[in-house]
């Protein structure tokens, strides 16, 4: 199983991303999947999860409101949609696998600067 990211990138404060996240899993559509992020110095966290179906999405206090988390089972990718993006979301994207074989993604660098 593989998991590639993609669209991170440099945004000022307010702005939006959607960052992408690819799957090489035959049974992705069976993988509750998850969004994390690492900020330079700090320990890597939670942002987001997605049921296998999409009927349950979960979201760490910090993002709720302003992200997204999203599927495409047909497509075998999994996204988030981030609005309104504040300095302190500043951080290395990781999409993660979180069933067996749990998988992490190699990260995206999202840089929030004015």
């Known amino acids: 199983v593989q998991l590639a990211e993609s669209g991170g990138g440099l945004v000022r404060p307010g702005g939006s991303l959607r960052l992408s996240c690819a799957a090489s899993d035959s049974m992705f559509d069976t993988s509750p999947m998850s969004w994390h992020r690492q900020a330079p110095g700090k320990e890597r966290e939670m942002v987001a999860q997605?049921?296998?179906?999409?009927?349950?999405?979960k979201y760490a206090d910090s993002v709720k409101g302003r992200f997204t988390i999203s599927r495409d089972n047909a497509g075998k990718t999994v996204y988030l949609q981030m609005n309104s993006l504040k300095f302190e979301d500043t951080a290395v994207y990781y999409c993660?696998?979180?069933?067996?074989?749990?998988?992490w993604g190699q990260g995206t660098q999202v840089t929030v600067s004015s």
């Open positions: 993660k696998k979180d069933n067996y074989p749990k998988t």
């Open positions: 997605i049921s296998s179906r999409s009927s349950t999405t």
